[in-house]
T-cell receptor, first 112, second 115 residues
Framework: GNSVTQMEGPVTLSEEAFLTINCTYTATGYPSLFWYVQYPGEGLQLLLKATKADDKGSNKGFEATYRKETTSFHLEKGSVQVSDSAVYFCALRAGANSKLTFGKGITLSVRP | DAGVIQSPRHEVTEMGQEVTLRCKPISGHNSLFWYRQTMMRGLELLIYFNNNVPIDDSGMPEDRFSAKMPNASFSTLKIQPSEPRDSAVYFC?????????????FGDGTRLSIL
């Protein structure tokens, strides 16, 4: 079956620090990969996606590269801001009639 | 463009009452998903539809839960009778199709409290 594993949280960083959130997956077939962000009191928002190996998704300074050889899709940002404080979910879709399979999410807190 | 619209945003009711949550997907989207989110269990997929037809309802916790999609622009999730353990945030999401490269777009959720 399909599964997504995210690093354990929470993560607390100072403003302008470098961010890496690890995500690895197992999937039957060739999945598409996504990162979603959930700000307090809101629904999940698509942050970025990649649909094939070596694709790099990017948005709002965040990046993630689809690494088929290591089955990973790690999220990075060079300089985090307080406004990036949120819960981040890694997810995949694979196969026909596919639903999203989510990781457990990780809470990021950025302090001034 | 209008996103996924859910109503109500908040619902507080007493146990035993019927609760109906509503969702309007993004126009033109053919797939609709209902999720539940709690601190203990995280994000759970309850049921999803494609072209108004339920595809997988294996996530629906009990017979007290039911979902319908009478047309392409409206879906309901009903709990009858409601219980305190149903308290959660319920999200609706839609996507253009079930193709794997299509992301899901989420509504802002309904925060449900059963007293």
């Amino acid at each position: 079956g399909n599964s997504v594993t995210q690093m354990e949280g929470p993560v607390t960083l100072s403003e302008e620090a470098f961010l890496t959130i690890n995500c690895t997956y197992t999937a039957t077939g060739y999945p598409s990969l996504f990162w979603y962000v959930q700000y307090p009191g809101e629904g999940l928002q698509l942050l970025l996606k990649a649909t094939k190996a070596d694709d790099k998704g990017s948005n709002k300074g965040f990046e993630a590269t689809y690494r088929k050889e290591t089955t990973s899709f790690h999220l990075e940002k060079g300089s985090v801001q307080v406004s990036d404080s949120a819960v981040y979910f890694c997810a995949l879709r694979a196969g026909a009639n596919s639903k999203l399979t989510f990781g457990k999410g990780i809470t990021l807190s950025v302090r001034p | 463009d209008a996103g996924v619209i859910q109503s109500p945003r908040h619902e507080v009711t007493e146990m035993g009452q019927e609760v109906t949550l509503r969702c309007k997907p993004i126009s033109g989207h053919n797939s609709l998903f209902w999720y539940r989110q709690t601190m203990m269990r995280g994000l759970e997929l309850l049921i999803y539809f494609n072209n108004n037809v339920p595809i997988d309802d294996s996530g629906m916790p009990e017979d007290r839960f039911s979902a319908k999609m009478p047309n392409a622009s409206f879906s309901t999730l009903k709990i009858q009778p409601s219980e305190p353990r149903d308290s959660a945030v319920y999200f609706c999401a839609s996507s253009a199709s079930l193709e794997k490269n299509q992301p899901q777009h989420f509504g802002d959720g309904t925060r449900l409290s059963i007293l």
